[in-house]
């Protein structure tokens, strides 16, 4: 997205500085200030993909793209006897930079910004029908235009082909490292203390690492995308349910770990795999671990299918004494009438409300609300997120029962966390007096920490 988007603004900008100096130079201020326009919103694409603002500056070039070249077609380069039109090309290989561009938004604009660009040029190229206006340029100058249009035609085109097959081979290439990962043993599974009011560690939450031996520690916000999308998710998920379950049978030869519970989390993909519950039983079962230590986080997206299946599978594993977390809870497509019919033991508020709640009314209704309704229904409320104790004190003032986030803990690696758990950790103490993190590394973490 950011080659491609680089690519259209970049040939937008050398294509209206040469035809916007040319009509400059000939008096055409008019149209010169037209492509002073583009120009400027080139420059504007190019700040917002330097920023991050990847779908708006392919939004923004779309648009700019096709009303630039439209206007050029058939307006400027109206066609004679003896030098047909040729600004309608751009036209062909801007739908195909289109079909990348647009490929993360909704189907209306999926589709129907290339196939814009592609009836356009079908109309523009069976018709030689062209208003007659001040702005038409003559033969003399729409005659070398002709090799010019086609050759950045031709280039606009190759790039954008060249970018395809190198975001291919990037993801293809991507997706075979995360699976030597998984055989060579460089993931590894950190640990987030999950604290009770009383400041007592309650359990962990496994979360996932990946340890590359050239690129260091990748963000799971990179890696567990990739894994949805080559397939690799049930079996990174059964990976970690296994590591965690044998975790839980180091814990429970130890006295003062032996009562710590530790969630994971599930996926959809995985979640929704046949084999799920039979595969959940025979971790905990090779790990000879009791049941109840075992904690399954599931997020509203695990719902969204068939919520009978859903229901029936938690069933069997409730009836074995594992217990299940509501993830991410009042962020997705929250229903009482489901709620009502899972058998949960904890609802999980999510970081985005625990961290405006203080400046947010809405925020903090929010987190009151879920606090209210997991008592009421007899669950426990676990708040994420949580990195100030000002923000602990409000949610124990709202009843909420258990905490996890930086104020007690970033994730660490186990034997970081038993030392903490054994004596070496001081809970409860406010971030702002602890270097856990900058500002730029805290924002980076709260994202893995919540992938």
Not at 67 to 91: C, E, I, K, Q, W
Not at 306 to 334: N, P, Q, Y
Not at 356 to 369: E, G, H, K, R, V
Not at 381 to 389: F, P
């Amino acid at each position: 997205m950011r080659r491609m988007l680089l690519l259209g603004s970049g040939l937008t900008a050398v294509f209206c500085v040469g035809w916007g100096t040319f009509f400059a130079l000939h008096g055409n201020r008019a149209i010169a200030a037209l492509d002073l326009v583009c120009i400027l919103l080139s420059a504007l694409t190019f700040h917002l993909v330097q920023r991050g603002r990847i779908r708006q500056a392919a939004r923004l070039l779309s648009g700019v793209l096709y009303g630039v070249m439209t206007f050029n077609a058939a307006y400027l380069d109206v066609p004679s006897l003896g030098v047909p039109r040729s600004a309608h090309a751009f036209l062909l290989g801007y739908a195909v930079v289109a079909v990348l561009l647009m490929r993360d938004e909704p189907p209306w604009l999926r589709h129907g910004v290339p196939l814009l660009f592609l009836c356009t040029y079908a109309v523009l190229a069976s018709s030689n029908a062209g208003p007659q206006t001040a702005f038409m340029l003559p033969d003399s100058v729409r005659a070398p235009g002709v090799w010019i249009n086609h050759g950045f035609v031709v280039a606009l085109v190759y790039g954008a082909l060249w970018i395809i097959q190198a975001d291919v081979a990037q993801r293809n290439g991507q997706g075979r490292e995360l699976e030597r990962a998984l055989l060579q043993g460089e993931l590894l599974l950190y640990l987030q203390p999950q604290v009770g009011e009383d400041g007592r560690i309650l359990g962990a939450e496994a979360l996932l690492r990946w340890q590359h031996p050239q690129r260091g520690m990748v963000s799971p916000g990179e890696f567990i995308p990739l894994a949805e999308r080559s397939g690799l998710m049930p079996a990174l998920g059964d990976w970690v349910l296994r590591t965690a379950c044998l975790r839980l049978a180091a814990w429970r030869l130890d006295a003062r770990t032996a009562g710590l519970q530790l969630a994971v989390n599930v996926s959809a993909s995985q979640f929704t795999q046949p084999d799920f519950v039979a595969r959940v039983l025979a971790r905990v079962a090779e790990a000879g671990i009791d049941p109840s230590m075992l904690k399954l986080e599931l997020t509203e997206s695990v719902l969204a299918d068939d919520l009978d299946a859903v229901v029936a599978k938690m069933a069997v594993l409730k009836a074995h004494g594992i217990g299940f977390s509501l993830d991410d809870f009042g962020t997705g497509f929250s229903s009482l009438s489901y709620l009502r019919r899972l058998p949960l033991d904890q609802l999980k508020i999510d970081q985005s409300f625990v961290r405006n709640m203080l400046a947010s009314p809405n925020d903090a209704a929010i987190a009151q609300t879920v606090v209210a309704l997991g008592r009421t229904l007899g669950l426990q409320v676990i708040a994420e997120g949580v990195e100030t104790d000002e923000q602990r004190s409000f949610l124990c003032e709202m009843g909420c029962e258990a905490f996890q986030g930086y104020l007690f803990s970033r994730p660490v690696p186990p034997a970081e966390f038993e030392a903490q758990l054994h004596g070496a950790w001081r809970p409860l103490v406010p971030l702002a007096s602890t270097p856990l993190a900058g500002p730029a590394e805290g924002a980076r973490d709260r994202q893995i920490e919540h992938t």
